[in-house]
Nanobody
C-alpha cells in the first residue's frame, strides 16, 4: 500500500502562486510514478503533471505548461506542485496520485493510489 497526504491548497488571486505538497509513505513507492490530477466542477478528472519518482521524465498538460512545475524531495518522500500565474480555470480539487505504469497515467483507471484531494480556488 502507498499512502498519499496532500497539503497546500487554498484561495489565491489570479496571477498568484501556490505550492502543493504530497507526502508519500508505504512500500516501494520509489518505483512508482507520482503526479497530480485535478477535477473542476462538472468536469472529468484530468492529469495535470506527472514524473517518475526515481528518474527523469515529466509530463505536463498543455494548459499548465510553463506555469506549473512538479518536483520531488527524496529525503522527505514528498512531491511538490509549484503553481504560478494561476488562472480562474485552475480552480479545482487537486489529487496527488501514484501509478505503477512507466508512462503518464492519462486516465483515472491508470492510477493505483489517490490522495484525499485539496481544494485550489483562484479568484478574480
Amino acid at each position: 500500500q502507498v499512502q498519499l497526504v496532500e497539503s497546500g491548497g487554498g484561495l489565491v488571486q489570479a496571477g498568484g502562486s501556490l505550492r502543493l505538497s504530497c507526502a508519500a509513505s508505504g512500500r516501494a513507492f520509489s518505483s512508482y510514478g507520482m503526479g497530480w490530477f485535478r477535477q473542476a466542477p462538472g468536469k472529468e478528472r484530468e492529469l495535470v503533471a506527472w514524473r517518475r519518482w526515481s528518474s527523469s521524465g515529466t509530463y505536463y498538460a498543455d494548459s499548465v505548461k510553463g506555469r506549473f512545475t512538479i518536483s520531488r524531495d527524496n529525503a522527505k518522500n514528498t512531491v511538490y506542485l509549484q503553481m504560478n500565474s494561476l488562472k480562474l480555470e485552475d480552480t479545482a480539487v487537486y489529487y496527488c496520485i501514484a501509478s505503477t505504469i512507466q508512462w503518464p497515467p492519462m486516465t483515472a483507471p491508470d492510477v493505483s493510489y489517490w490522495g484525499q484531494g485539496t481544494q485550489v480556488t483562484v479568484s478574480s
